[in-house]
């Protein structure tokens, strides 16, 4: 158990989870270092922490080394969304494959224990359903969403070297769809795409059919999950799932987010990208057996939360 004035290292840090898990962190007493290159987060997800004698902020892109001294690492680096991190595909998989070897140097010679923001992208486009840790995947090496989904199995791998070459203390987190507030307005993903595009009554832009599935996890849930697995013991490493298992079409969460900005706006089929999975679930059997673990907010209450900020946000 580390104390709670250790130094944690959060890369990523100012983005939509990193955020969000820097409050959790200052708030329990830990003296934080945010890492940032800002390339999709902004100033403003931390700028609550900032006055706070605890919290540090630093601008650093973790394709390139690091040098601190610190307790626990935290790497979340990395677009999420599929419109950002297919923006620039060579930069998307050097930060998930250099930045791993960089924040894995790093604990290693400092012997911090390291968490990995992994995805459930590392499953592709399954065949099982719901997905346990123990499916391999079917993952498209070429296709465009390649630079994200094989970079962060190659992230898993590092850090399982790492584990086993050099005994680090590794967690690797296998992140399923997660949303609320401090999503980027233009991030591009599904959630916030309909909120914003409800709010200003513009058409809801559905892809396919809008028969895909996803489950989506409210971010407190989330940051809740990855802090048990940060504090776990007896050498529990995962891959360990956390998401929430309720699961949905995208022609269900449109409505559901409609009813409840109300307004006007109707729905349009545009064409579904390639290589864009049919549907997801978790299983998080593993998470509740070693950590505790199960989400806790509906998905209806997450999107109040989620409406409401959005709803702000758009008035600034
Ligand atoms: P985000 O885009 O809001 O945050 C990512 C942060 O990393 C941003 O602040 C960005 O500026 C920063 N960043 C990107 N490249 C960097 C680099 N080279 N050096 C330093 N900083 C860099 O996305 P998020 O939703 O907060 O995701 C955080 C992590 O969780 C990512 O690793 C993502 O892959 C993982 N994840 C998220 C979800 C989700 O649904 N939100 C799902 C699966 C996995
Ligand atoms: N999607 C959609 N309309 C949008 C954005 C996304 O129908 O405006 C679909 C997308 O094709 C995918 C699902 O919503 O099937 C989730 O997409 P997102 O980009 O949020 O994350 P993914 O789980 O695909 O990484």
């Known amino acids: 158990?580390?104390?709670?004035?250790?130094?944690?290292?959060?890369?990523?840090?100012?983005?939509?989870?990193?955020?969000?898990?820097?409050?959790?962190?200052?708030?329990?007493?830990?003296?934080?270092?945010?890492?940032?290159?800002?390339?999709?987060?902004?100033?403003?997800?931390?700028?609550?922490?900032?006055?706070?004698?605890?919290?540090?902020?630093?601008?650093?892109?973790?394709?390139?080394?690091?040098?601190?001294?610190?307790?626990?690492?935290?790497?979340?680096?990395?677009?999420?969304?599929?419109?950002?991190?297919?923006?620039?595909?060579?930069?998307?998989?050097?930060?998930?494959?250099?930045?791993?070897?960089?924040?894995?140097?790093?604990?290693?010679?400092?012997?911090?224990?390291?968490?990995?923001?992994?995805?459930?992208?590392?499953?592709?486009?399954?065949?099982?359903?719901?997905?346990?840790?123990?499916?391999?995947?079917?993952?498209?090496?070429?296709?465009?969403?390649?630079?994200?989904?094989?970079?962060?199995?190659?992230?898993?791998?590092?850090?399982?070297?790492?584990w086993r070459q050099h005994q680090l203390e590794i967690k690797v987190m296998r992140i399923f769809n997660t949303y609320g507030p401090r999503m980027h307005p233009n991030d591009g993903r599904v959630v916030s795409n309909f909120i914003v595009q409800a709010l200003r009554g513009e058409p809801i832009t559905i892809y396919g059919e809008g028969t895909q599935t996803r489950s989506f996890c409210y971010v407190d849930d989330l940051v809740e999950g990855m802090l048990r697995l940060m504090d776990s013991e007896g050498g529990f490493t995962g891959p360990v799932n956390i998401g929430n298992p309720r699961e949905f079409t995208m022609l269900q969460l449109a409505e559901t987010v409609l009813r409840l900005v109300g307004g006007k706006s109707k729905l349009v089929f545009e064409p579904l990208p390639s290589d864009d999975p049919k549907q997801r679930q978790p299983d998080i059997s593993l998470a509740k057996e070693k950590l505790d673990w199960e989400p806790k907010v509906a998905l209806e209450d997450g999107l109040k939360e989620t409406i409401a900020y959005f709803r702000k946000r758009l008035e600034e």
């Open 1 to 162: 158990m580390y104390t709670n004035d250790s130094r944690v290292l959060v890369t990523g840090g100012a983005g939509f989870l990193g955020s969000h898990l820097c409050d959790r962190l200052i708030e329990a007493g830990h003296d934080v270092l945010c890492v940032d290159n800002f390339y999709t987060g902004r100033k403003a997800n931390v700028e609550q922490l900032l006055g706070n004698a605890r919290f540090e902020l630093m601008r650093h892109d973790v394709t390139f080394p690091l040098y601190v001294e610190v307790d626990r690492i935290f790497n979340l680096a990395c677009p999420a969304s599929p419109v950002h991190y297919q923006a620039d595909p060579v930069q998307t998989t050097k930060t998930s494959v250099h930045g791993a070897i960089n924040m894995l140097g790093l604990a290693k010679r400092v012997r911090a224990r390291i968490l990995q923001a992994s995805t459930s992208e590392v499953y592709g486009d399954p065949e099982i359903h719901p997905q346990v840790e123990g499916y391999w995947g079917r993952v498209n090496p070429v296709g465009i969403r390649s630079c994200y989904d094989e970079g962060k199995r190659c992230a898993e791998t590092l850090f399982f070297d790492y």
